[in-house]
């Protein structure tokens, strides 16, 4: 039963501190996409990745995020410095263009706290 | 800019009633729209995909419709049950991008 991974799927945090999330896209996917969910704003993308290279990150704080992907198995998104705001569920997602469309299917999520 | 609405944002039902949830968007050229299922704490699970060349497709229970022209889809639910109760999002993949915008989802409970 192939599914997205990601760890650690709880993180809490003091202020001023880095955060790594990994996500593990399903085998054969080439598209990965990060996003980010609280109750305030919903969900919102932050960067996708399309074969391993960063297609669109404006979603994404660039003082303090990054998105990376260091190889088809791993993608990364780090905080640096964390800030209480970046309180939120961090989800990834994969997918690949099929015969039936392009669809998406998400990891249980990263729930981060920075206090 | 896409944008993309739910109405409602809640709905209470009673059991065994049918029932529409509502996606709207303000963009026809869309390649695709995808339908989620997020129970509380959980991540996103699909239920129905909608290429733009479709009109609806069924899955169990669930048949979800599109109306491209028009920026509309609806989710169907038959016989509605207490295990429904979740919160159900829509999606859109804007043409020419791989990536999908969210509507803000409407929170489903189904009374028993």
């Known amino acids: 039963d192939a599914r997205v991974t990601q760890t650690p799927r709880h993180k809490v945090t003091e202020m001023g501190q880095e955060v790594t999330m990994r996500c593990q896209p399903i085998l054969g996917h080439n598209t990965v996409f990060w996003y980010r969910q609280t109750m305030m704003q919903g969900l919102e993308l932050l960067a996708y990745f399309r074969n391993r290279a960063p297609l669109d990150d404006s979603g994404m704080p660039k003082d303090r995020f990054s998105a990376e992907m260091p190889d088809a198995t791993l993608a990364t998104l780090k905080i640096q410095p964390s800030e209480p705001r970046d309180s939120a569920v961090y989800f990834c997602?994969?997918?690949?263009?099929?015969?039936?469309?392009?669809?998406?299917?998400f990891g249980p999520g990263t729930r981060l706290t920075v206090t | 800019k896409q944008e993309v609405t739910q109405i409602p944002a809640a709905l209470s039902v009673p059991e065994g009633e049918n029932l529409v949830l509502n996606c709207s968007f303000t963009d026809s050229a869309i390649y695709n729209l995808q339908w989620f299922r997020q129970d509380p704490g959980k991540g996103l699970t699909s239920l129905l995909l909608?290429?733009?060349?479709?009109r609806e497709q069924t899955s169990g229970r669930l048949n979800a419709s599109l109306d491209k022209s028009s920026g509309r889809s609806t989710l169907y639910i038959a016989a509605s049950q207490p295990g429904d109760s979740a919160t159900y999002l829509c999606a859109v993949n804007p043409s020419g991008t791989y990536k999908y915008i969210f509507g803000t989802g409407t929170r489903l409970k189904v009374l028993a």
């Open positions: 997602a994969s997918g690949r263009i099929t015969g039936g469309g392009f669809e998406q299917y």
């Open positions: 909608i290429q733009s060349s479709q």
